[in-house]
């Protein structure tokens, strides 16, 4: 089982920059994709940004040249660094992770944009 902890959410004023961390542990043989979605209310969950064990990234366009998403291999940890944050991002951001061949889903942090 492994378990998924995330942190670094909370207000920020438009312009602004957060970022999250997402740290896994538990019994973890590997780690292939690390991804970060997010969902604001009566919204869909997205994909902002996901990358792989090899370091290939992928963006959802509304965050590109904005978002940087991140890894430590060593400590099994994510990170979204969020920068030029407006009210468009507010949402509740989730990490998932495939690992050992299951996905798992972090609790979710609130991102909350505004003056």
């Known amino acids: 089982q492994v378990q998924l902890v995330e942190s670094g959410g909370g207000l920020v004023q438009p312009g602004g920059s957060l970022r999250l961390s997402c740290a896994a542990s538990?019994?973890?043989?590997?780690?292939?994709?690390m991804g970060w979605y997010r969902q604001a209310p009566g919204k869909q969950r997205e994909l902002v940004a996901h990358?792989?064990?090899?370091?290939?990234?992928n963006y959802a366009d509304s965050v590109k040249g904005r978002f940087t998403v991140s890894r430590d291999n060593a400590r099994n940890t994510g990170y979204l660094q969020m920068n030029s944050l407006n009210p468009e991002d507010t949402a509740v951001y989730y990490c998932?992770?495939?690992?050992?061949?299951?996905?798992?889903w972090g609790q979710g942090t609130q991102v909350t944009v505004s003056s």
């Open positions: 990358i792989t064990s090899g370091g290939t990234t």
């Open positions: 538990g019994s973890i043989f590997s780690i292939n994709t």
């Open positions: 998932r992770v495939l690992a050992n061949g299951f996905v798992y």
